[in-house]
């Protein structure tokens, strides 16, 4: 169960990975104004506001990423970035779900890998 739990954290790890890149290398790029619905003049206003959030996004890669690389050397601190990454990761999609019902598809796209990682992981500790 553990290891299908890696799998899904390292998943939703590169999915966020790819917001990164998308919110801070690539934000003005015609595809990427077309993916968020951002016309190229709001684009250039919010790039420091979308290169931040990219920031963040990369930052939940890396803690969850950490927690891959221990899990199986340190278990108790793998476990917990892994949870504190991909927890961090659902409770941004499940905000975005909530807060605007034009989002859904982006809040599943960033919510999917992280809800089965969080729930094998949990049922890893308790099946042991």
Do not use: C
């Amino acid at each position: 169960m553990l290891i299908a739990a890696v799998v899904l954290a390292g998943l939703a790890a590169l999915v966020h990975v790819y917001i990164f890149v998308l919110e801070t290398l690539r934000w003005e790029a015609p595809r990427t104004r077309q993916i968020f619905g951002t016309s190229e003049q709001d684009a250039r206003i919010t790039r420091p506001l979308a290169a931040n959030q990219g920031v963040y996004n990369l930052m939940l890669a890396i803690v969850t990423a950490v927690g891959i690389a221990l899990v199986f050397a340190v278990p108790a601190a793998g476990i917990a970035l892994i949870l504190a990454g991909t927890g961090s990761m659902l409770g941004a999609a499940l905000y975005l779900a909530a807060s605007d019902r034009t989002k859904l598809r982006a809040a599943t796209t960033q919510g999917v890998f992280p809800l089965i990682a969080v729930v094998l992981t949990l049922v890893a500790l308790v099946v042991g």
